[in-house]
Each structure stands twice: as structure tokens, then as C-alpha cells.
């Protein structure tokens, strides 16, 4: 079936910098993505949203891109804290229900260098 | 607000034995779902409640049952583990109307 994938399973970057975290998601039909932070032990928290009208959105220090042509998403994080390290993942919304029609991708281990 | 708590953290089964866990959220919330997270995949519902008294099947329902008699609690029952079964399971919920769902700690389950 479809599914939503990651570029890149992991990604370690300096404190300070910029990240930028990808997906591939593969519905063309999909009109609502978020992004999802997990700290290690606990359960996923929301970070942003965007819907498939927009192609751009802005949170604190977040930044979300869509890019429908290429069925691509980024999640950006200026300048990266400690405590940014995490998983996150992205899951988009394949039907016109909620929950039950979202798909999430594997993920990608953000990991803070001092 | 608690927010959606799971009971309990940790549980270690033999095969074929069952359990049931427990979730429930003080939000008022409509929506409620169970997830499986097994590594290096993401997350797949296993059922999911749009109301008090509703359940239905998500994308992995074999081996699980679940129930909702109260609007906050979603119960998740395994009638005999099986290994295939050892993952780490949250609980979600939304309120009616948006897409966001709020999460449980999670749960994780051994079978042996």
C-alpha cells in the first residue's frame, strides 16, 4: 500500500545549526500532514501541521515546506537545541476521516552535538 | 489536564496468555485510537472508537480486541499473546473536528 517514507534515517547536527528533516510521501491525494516529535520513552507530540493548499508554514523555530510536485515535505529547526534531539516523524492524512486515515513514517533520529 | 495516560508502563506475557491495557483521557475527546510502533517502522493502528460504544478496525486488528464503554477509556485486550505481538503500543485521542492527536506515554510489551 502507500506509505510515507524518509530520506534520511538519522541526522546529527551541531547546536546552533539549522536542521532539516525530509519525507516522501507517495498520495497525491493527501491533503493534511504533521510532523511528530518523540523523545525517547514517551509518546509522540505534535509539532506543526500544514495543509495541501499551503506550501509553506511557520511555527516557533519550526518551518514546514510542501512541495506537491515532487510529493515532498521538510521539517526545518533553527538553531538546534539539545533538547531538540528526538525522532520525528511525519504522517499524512490519505482519507477524508481522521485518525484512521493517517499514515506515519518510520522516522529520522535527530541527534544535537555539543 | 492529565491528558491521555496508558496502564501499564511495562508488561512481560507468556505466550498465550492475555492481558488488557488501559487508556484514558480527561480531555473530553470523541476520538480514540490504538497504535503499535515496532522498530524501524511507524506507527499502524490497530483499532480505533469515534464514540462511546463504537470501535472499529485499523490496518493490523488481528489478535486484538478493544472496547469502549466510556468515553475516556479505550481498552485494548489480547486474548493469546503471541510473539508477533511484542511492541510498544500508544493509545491517541482527538477531539471532534481536527486532525491532531494526543498521545499516551506508550506501553511495552514482551511476549516470550
Known amino acids: 500500500g502507500e506509505s510515507v517514507g524518509l530520506h534520511l534515517p538519522t541526522l546529527s547536527v551541531q547546536e546552533g545549526d539549522n536542521s532539516i528533516i525530509n519525507c516522501a510521501y507517495s498520495?497525491?491525494?493527501?491533503?493534511?500532514f504533521i510532523w511528530y516529535k518523540q523523545e525517547s520513552g514517551k509518546g509522540p507530540q505534535f509539532i506543526i501541521d500544514?495543509?495541501?493548499?499551503?506550501d509553506k508554514r511557520q511555527g516557533q523555530r519550526v518551518t514546514v515546506l510542501l512541495n506537491k510536485t515532487v510529493k515532498h515535505l521538510s521539517l526545518q529547526i533553527a538553531a538546534t537545541q539539545p533538547g531538540d534531539s528526538a525522532v520525528y516523524f511525519c504522517?499524512?492524512?490519505?482519507?477524508?476521516?481522521?485518525?484512521?486515515?493517517?499514515?506515519f513514517g518510520p522516522g529520522t533520529r535527530l541527534s544535537v552535538l555539543p | 489536564n492529565a491528558g491521555v495516560t496508558q496502564t501499564p508502563k511495562f508488561r512481560v506475557l507468556k505466550t498465550g496468555q492475555s492481558m488488557t491495557l488501559l487508556c484514558a483521557q480527561d480531555?473530553?475527546?470523541?476520538?480514540m485510537y490504538w497504535y503499535r510502533q515496532d522498530p524501524g517502522m511507524g506507527l499502524r493502528l490497530i483499532h480505533y472508537?469515534?464514540?462511546?460504544?463504537?470501535?472499529a478496525k485499523g490496518e493490523v486488528p488481528d489478535g486484538y480486541n478493544v472496547s469502549r464503554l466510556k468515553k475516556q477509556n479505550f481498552l485494548l485486550g489480547l486474548e493469546s499473546a503471541a510473539p508477533s505481538q511484542t511492541s510498544v503500543y500508544f493509545c491517541?485521542?482527538?477531539?471532534?473536528?481536527?486532525?491532531?492527536?494526543?498521545f499516551g506515554p506508550g506501553t511495552r510489551l514482551t511476549v516470550l
Open positions: 491517541a485521542s482527538t477531539v471532534l473536528g481536527a486532525y491532531e492527536q494526543f
Open positions: 498520495n497525491s491525494a493527501s491533503d493534511y
Open positions: 500544514i495543509r495541501s493548499n499551503m
Open positions: 504522517a499524512e492524512n490519505i482519507g477524508s476521516g481522521r485518525g484512521q486515515n493517517f499514515v
Open positions: 480531555m473530553n475527546h470523541e476520538y
Open positions: 472508537s469515534v464514540g462511546e460504544g463504537t470501535t
